[in-house]
């Protein structure tokens, strides 16, 4: 009895930290909630297209070594698709389906004429050298040349890639296309097509999520006491913009630990020292642990590392009033149920974190029309965005008497449902 209530409580844990089996379960929901019939959610449950790619790659020792990469195609209903290529060690192509979808309700929340796609590499890009990296971008460019393009699926940047290896990406199907196409991929270098804002999007996105729910809760930014879990690409962003805005950063962390300083980090000295990974905390002795650094005595908390992060075991001793998702999925279903009970504001991945997806809409607008915004015309536009999207969900959230991660989920599935009801799929 005891082993069947073992397997049980794991089968449980496996059931609500499985990303892929938790988005099915909120569109789902969502698609219901919205009056759509089971076949709306068999269309939309999985990606119409899943490419697995091998790529042979001559390392630097003379050797060479097979990778495996994926490029999902979620929903192409509403137009072409568009999501980031990641280079991780854990990439896997459950994750990567997921992930597509998170790209689909993206696009739909911030009403962008996109369907999602997501890529991956199964890699440690941290202990490959530069030319290898340039092989393997290459070489995933030339296995998956054939279903992506400007009007088919767009890549962007992701985990551990940047705008260097989006021009590596680009000159590779410029090459295979004969033609000079910088619309085929987002992220990329300025002085190649790339978009003011881009680098930042992600966090810039967030920001603007976390200062319009500040004004829900009463909250003053300035002074406010903020937990970063992560200190990549957005976390370090983040971080920034918070703490020139006068908030107080007590926590930080990267993969190795985390800082804590209730006075508030000095982030400017920080940044001056991570490294290209956005690793900081090894050179500090008085580290604490992850765990305990999401349960901080803090006002907001920005989960921006990896899924999974709050689950129903620690979602009780969660203390901030308000928690805004940079990562993708860091809070389980579970977790968000109980952090709603508790009165926590919950801004879900979705859109916290669709400033991204945003910025790389301007690049690509800007790389078919030839004309280029400045960094003032581009900040104006994605607040306009960002903001109305909010509230559009907030108040949804409230009418409904819903939390936010199922009303985003609704306004994100919609635009699908609407397209591919037109098109007469369903």
Same mark, same amino acid.
């Given at each position: 009895?005891?082993?069947?209530?073992?397997?049980?409580?794991?089968?449980?844990?496996?059931?609500?930290?499985?990303?892929?089996?938790?988005?099915?379960?909120?569109?789902?929901?969502?698609?219901?909630?919205?009056?759509?019939?089971?076949?709306?959610?068999?269309?939309?449950?999985?990606?119409?297209?899943?490419?697995?790619?091998?790529?042979?790659?001559?390392?630097?020792?003379?050797?060479?070594?097979?990778?495996?990469?994926?490029?999902?195609?979620?929903?192409?209903?509403?137009?072409?698709?568009?999501?980031?290529?990641?280079?991780?060690?854990?990439?896997?192509?459950?994750?990567?389906?997921?992930?597509?979808? =998170?790209?689909?309700?993206?696009?739909?929340?911030?009403?962008?004429?996109?369907?999602?796609?997501?890529?991956?590499?199964?890699?440690?890009?941290?202990?490959?050298?530069?030319?290898?990296?340039?092989?393997?971008?290459?070489?995933?460019?030339?296995?998956?040349?054939?279903?992506?393009?400007?009007?088919?699926?767009?890549?962007?940047?992701?985990?551990?890639?940047?705008?260097?290896?989006?021009? =590596?990406?680009?000159?590779?199907?410029?090459?295979?296309?004969?033609?000079?196409?910088?619309?085929?991929?987002?992220?990329?270098?300025?002085?190649?097509?790339?978009?003011?804002?881009?680098?930042?999007?992600?966090?810039?996105?967030?920001?603007?999520?976390?200062?319009?729910?500040?004004?829900?809760?009463?909250?003053?930014?300035?002074?406010?006491?903020?937990?970063?879990?992560?200190?990549?690409?957005?976390?370090?962003?983040?971080?920034?913009?918070?703490?020139?805005?006068?908030?107080?950063?007590?926590?930080?962390?990267?993969?190795?630990?985390?800082?804590?300083?209730?006075?508030?980090?000095?982030?400017?000295?920080?940044?001056?020292?991570?490294?290209?990974?956005?690793?900081?905390?090894?050179?500090?002795?008085?580290?604490?642990?992850?765990?305990?650094?999401?349960?901080?005595?803090?006002?907001?908390?920005?989960?921006?590392?990896?899924?999974?992060?709050?689950?129903?075991?620690?979602?009780?001793?969660?203390?901030?009033?308000?928690?805004?998702?940079?990562?993708?999925?860091?809070?389980?279903?579970?977790?968000?149920?109980?952090?709603?009970?508790?009165?926590?504001?919950?801004?879900?991945?979705?859109?916290?974190?669709?400033?991204?997806?945003?910025?790389?809409?301007?690049?690509?607008?800007?790389?078919?029309?030839?004309?280029? =915004?400045?960094?003032?015309?581009?900040?104006?536009?994605?607040?306009?965005?960002?903001?109305?999207?909010?509230?559009?969900?907030?108040?949804?959230?409230?009418?409904?008497?819903?939390?936010?991660?199922?009303?985003?989920?609704?306004?994100?599935?919609?635009?699908?449902?609407?397209?591919?009801?037109?098109?007469?799929?369903?």
């Amino acid at each position: 009895m005891v082993a069947d209530n073992a397997a049980d409580s794991t089968k449980e844990k496996s059931e609500s930290t499985d990303v892929l089996t938790s988005t099915r379960t909120v569109v789902k929901t969502a698609l219901e909630k919205l009056g759509y019939p089971d076949e709306v959610f068999e269309l939309l449950k999985d990606p119409m297209r899943m490419m697995t790619v091998r790529i042979p790659v001559r390392m630097d020792d003379g050797s060479i070594k097979i990778f495996t990469g994926y490029r999902a195609q979620h929903n192409d209903a509403v137009g072409p698709t568009k999501g980031g290529v990641r280079f991780h060690p854990n990439v896997t192509e459950k994750e990567v389906k997921a992930l597509s979808i =998170w790209m689909s309700l993206k696009a739909g929340i911030v009403d962008l004429p996109y369907g999602g796609g997501k890529g991956g590499i199964i890699c440690d890009p941290r202990e490959m050298s530069f030319r290898e990296l340039e092989g393997l971008s290459r070489g995933y460019v030339r296995a998956i040349s054939q279903i992506v393009g400007p009007n088919k699926d767009i890549p962007a940047p992701d985990v551990f890639t940047n705008s260097q290896i989006m021009a =590596w990406m680009m000159d590779e199907y410029s090459r295979i296309d004969e033609f000079n196409n910088p619309g085929f991929i987002t992220g990329k270098p300025i002085v190649l097509g790339g978009s003011h804002g881009r680098e930042s999007a992600t966090a810039k996105g967030v920001t603007i999520c976390i200062n319009e729910a500040a004004k829900k809760k009463g909250i003053d930014v300035k002074g406010a006491r903020v937990v970063v879990q992560g200190f990549g690409n957005a976390g370090s962003f983040l971080a920034k913009f918070l703490h020139d805005a006068g908030a107080k950063i007590v926590g930080i962390s990267d993969a190795y630990g985390a800082l804590h300083e209730p006075d508030g980090l000095d982030i400017d000295y920080l940044l001056d020292r991570r490294d290209s990974f956005g690793t900081v905390t090894k050179l500090f002795n008085n580290t604490i642990a992850n765990q305990d650094l999401l349960e901080l005595d803090c006002d907001i908390l920005v989960p921006a590392a990896v899924e999974n992060q709050i689950t129903k075991q620690n979602a009780h001793d969660i203390k901030a009033s308000i928690v805004v998702e940079a990562a993708n999925g860091p809070t389980t279903l579970e977790a968000t149920k109980i952090l709603s009970e508790r009165g926590i504001l919950l801004v879900p991945d979705v859109l916290a974190s669709s400033g991204g997806v945003t910025v790389s809409y301007f690049e690509w607008v800007q790389n078919n029309q030839g004309f280029y =915004w400045t960094a003032e015309e581009i900040d104006e536009k994605l607040h306009e965005i960002i903001i109305k999207s909010f509230n559009n969900i907030y108040n949804t959230a409230e009418t409904r008497r819903i939390d936010m991660r199922l009303a985003a989920y609704m306004a994100g599935v919609r635009k699908m449902a609407e397209a591919a009801r037109f098109r007469g799929w369903v």
